[in-house]
């Protein structure tokens, strides 16, 4: 399959290569979004770090991103562009503070390909269930900017990013924004295939999400990511369906005994009709013994009033798994979100909601958990009320 993926791209970028040059200017696209909160939240927990904590009050949480799109279009209708995303709080790009960086080529016939640091095919294809602009997102979640229930806040949760126990969108083993080869086709009467490669899981520079490799020894760590999907779009009598399926592997090249391949896959679906729209998805991540295996599922519902106001219901559930002679430890998240959202203007909204999460660790005999935290995690239990509100401009 590695193989024919590059084989295919190289025969693809040949072809782009030996076309006439043009003498279209670049179109400097830039833009990006600021979303700031104001929540008052409510905790309960037992973990041995919030022991004599107060996590109960008002404090003020802002998502911020500027993208920079710049492209052209060659005579020959092939466009060329790049993508950088750079944090505006730099906690989500790491030390350098960009969160994604790719060069893009695309055509009406010929599809497109990502080349760079970016997400897999599966990831940026995945349908899951709807959910409202200017939440604290559910699913896919900033859930521990107010409720601390990730062990890198003190909680008792797992911090593994990209994966099924808290997010339909997923990554094999979480590997995320790494440099990666990306194909999508046209969409024939709906219907769109991507496929994605990575050499690693691995980039060099500590907390750094877009960088590159050196040079990649397949006889170590995980090697060979590869991810395909297939999603459809449509509409009959009034009725619009969006589904989805992936499934993504890598090779695992650890040597760590009793460990295996991580897989990873998921499916879901979105139907709309007369300004309602209802859907979820489902997920796994098998992760070979390299980490607990998880599992996660969401629901939600919207409804788009006549004028400016749209609301929505939805709820996400994970479940975490030790692995081997571990494989009795569990854990759970949970989280259900109602929210209402008001259009201001052009890319200006406010919004309005109440979420409830809870991150529990119900057994940890084989120290899947404790491993983690730092200290005994069994029948612990992180939860909290939020009551928020939010202005979210995008420009």
Do not use: C
Request: proline content about 3%; overall charge negative; hydrophobic content about 35%.
């Amino acid at each position: 399959m590695k193989n024919l993926l590059t084989s295919t791209s190289a025969i693809a970028l040949g072809v782009v290569m030996v076309t006439p040059a043009s003498a279209q200017e670049w179109d400097m696209k830039w833009g990006g979004y600021f979303s700031s909160h104001v929540a008052y939240a409510k905790v309960d927990s037992n973990t041995i770090p919030h022991t004599g904590a107060d996590f109960d009050g008002i404090d003020v949480y802002s998502e911020t991103e500027i993208e920079f799109t710049p492209s052209v279009t060659l005579d020959n209708g092939m466009t060329f562009g790049v993508n950088v995303q750079m944090e505006g709080t730099n906690n989500g790009g790491g030390a350098t503070g960009i969160d994604e960086s790719y060069l893009t080529i695309s055509g009406d016939s010929f599809g497109k390909i990502d080349l760079g640091n970016e997400n897999s095919a599966g990831y940026k294809m995945m349908v899951s269930a709807p959910q409202i602009d200017g939440s604290i997102w559910i699913n896919s979640p900033s859930i521990s900017g107010f409720i601390p229930i990730s062990v890198s806040a003190g909680g008792n949760l797992p911090w593994n990013f990209r994966q099924s126990a808290i997010s339909a969108y997923t990554e094999v083993l979480g590997n995320n924004d790494v440099p990666r080869i990306s194909y999508y086709t046209p969409s024939f009467n709906g219907l769109t295939l991507g496929i994605s490669y990575a050499a690693s899981d691995n980039v060099v520079g500590t907390g750094a999400n877009a960088g590159n490799n050196f040079g990649v020894n397949r006889n170590a760590g995980v090697t060979d990511i590869f991810d395909i999907a297939v999603a459809y779009s449509g509409s009959f009598s009034g009725v619009d369906l969006d589904a989805s399926a992936r499934w993504g592997t890598a090779e695992n090249n650890t040597g760590i005994a009793g460990t295996d391949d991580p897989e990873v896959w998921g499916v879901g679906a979105t139907v709309g009709f007369n300004g309602w729209a209802f859907g979820g998805s489902y997920s796994e991540n098998d992760n070979g013994g390299l980490l607990p295996d998880e599992e996660g599922w969401a629901f939600g519902i919207t409804y788009d009033l006549e004028g400016p106001w749209k609301f929505g219901i939805d709820t996400y559930q994970g479940e975490y798994s030790g692995t081997g002679a571990a494989s009795g430890d569990k854990a759970e998240f949970e989280a259900y979100q109602i929210i209402g959202n008001r259009e201001l203007g052009q890319g200006v909204s406010w919004s309005i909601y109440a979420v409830y999460a809870e991150g529990t660790v119900n057994s940890d005999a084989g120290g899947t958990f404790a491993a983690i935290a730092g200290g005994p995690v069994a029948n612990t239990s992180v939860e909290g009320t939020l009551i928020g509100t939010s202005i979210n401009l995008t420009f």
